[in-house]
């Protein structure tokens, strides 16, 4: 699979394979086994920790840079609105159908297709692959599991259905556990302090919060309220009602600056679930930029989170596909998306080893 003719049917061989496999998160273990076949028959060097793959396109050379491609390949589980077999690849107009075929198949395969393209070429960086699990509940047997083992990543390309548009920033994602006390006392009564009146404040100001700071490329931290619950019996006033927050933050805040801002204008106890989702954002003197700007990649921060919060290094996100079919009945990508995004990405690395070439790393 080195031929560029070859790297396409390939790919979607390589897909329809994947989406008849069943691979929810944390039961990747099949898909993982057909990607590290496929590779092997590649005569590629194969390394696993769990249900992650990984491999070089050449010998590993300390004294390069590293890039990385990464995709996922677990997937949510279908919804009740499907009307064709999520496990059944289905082409029809154009359109390949099936479960993970548009989030996260399509970039994975052109991902790989693009990587297999580069195998025992001389590049000016080492070039890693790297197909990831979990990434749908980003857990922690997923990429983030890999950091301490692969080496440092001069830049991450992850693959996702941006429609082949540049994502330079990403949002990040903090939930929020949030505890308001009151008193409890008889409702028939002039007793206690009822904690639900006592959130109608917290409410009132999360309903119309606004972050101090915003972002170039994504705006404004979003925070907004989703499940509330309070009281157990109609005549006891509440001694406690709870909240959560979900805060959509931008990379002009680290979690730990949203959750501080949003703690001083509240009364509530506020109890992040985790800090691991930070946002990211390119740095700005980043190489990545002047291979956009030679290629004409239309650049764009991302709501949608993805491997990119749990890659501490440079990334960018970009593939086929449309975001806005992730997560639908009956997913589709078109082919002449996943063919598109095999030569975008192969003109990526081309641009960026060439301008790797005329500068130090």
């Known amino acids: 699979m080195g031929e560029t003719k070859e790297l396409f049917p390939e790919a979607v ?65 279908p919804n009740l609105g499907y009307t064709k077999d999520p496990f059944t690849p289905i082409i ?11 989030d996260a198949g399509g970039p994975l395969v052109s991902l790989i297709a693009t990587f297999c393209h580069f195998i025992g070429k001389d590049l000016p960086f080492n070039l890693l692959l790297i197909a990831s699990a979990e990434e749908e509940i980003s857990g922690p047997n997923g990429i983030a599991s890999l950091i301490s083992h692969l080496p440092k990543a001069d830049l991450a390309i992850v693959g996702e259905p941006t429609q082949m548009r540049l994502a330079v920033a990403e949002k990040g994602l ?42 170039a490329f994504l705006g404004a931290t979003k925070v907004s309220c989703t499940v509330i619950k309070s009281g157990q019996q109609h005549n006891v006033v509440p001694d406690l009602c709870e909240y959560v927050l979900d805060v959509r933050v931008t990379d002009a805040y680290t979690l730990e600056e949203a959750l501080a801002e949003l703690q001083e204008s509240l009364k509530a106890e506020l109890n992040p679930r985790s800090l691991r989702l930070q946002s990211s954002h390119l ?20 709501p ?19 975001s806005a079919r992730s997560h639908t009945a009956d997913e589709y990508i078109y082919l002449d998306e996943i063919q598109a995004g095999i030569q975008g990405y192969i003109a990526i690395l081309n641009q960026y080893a060439a301008f790797s070439k005329k500068i130090d790393l």
Do not use: C
Not at 92 to 102: Q, V
Not at 184 to 210: P, W
Not at 287 to 292: I, P, Q
């Open 13 to 77: 061989e390589l897909l329809k394979k994947l989406i008849s496999t069943p691979s929810f998160s944390k039961e990747e273990v099949k898909t993982a086994d057909l990607i590290q076949q496929f590779l092997e028959g590649k005569q590629v060097e194969i390394h696993r920790s769990g249900n992650n793959i990984w491999a070089f396109s050449s010998i590993y050379n300390p004294s390069l840079p590293t890039v990385w491609l990464n995709s996922h390949h677990d997937t949510v589980k």
């Open 174 to 215: 903090m939930v929020i556990d949030a505890k308001v006390h009151g008193k409890a006392g008889h409702a028939a009564r002039e007793e206690g302090v009822n904690a639900i009146y006592q959130a109608l404040d917290d409410l009132e100001t999360i309903r119309s919060f606004k972050f101090k700071k915003t972002s």
């Open 283 to 302: 740095p700005e003197n980043h190489l990545m930029y002047r291979v956009a700007k030679a290629l004409d990649l239309d650049t764009f921060g991302s």
């Open 304 to 322: 949608t989170l993805s491997d990119q919060a749990l890659i501490p290094y440079p990334s960018v996100k970009i593939g086929p596909g449309d």
């Open 92 to 102: 029809d107009e154009g359109k390949l159908f099936g479960l993970g075929s548009n």
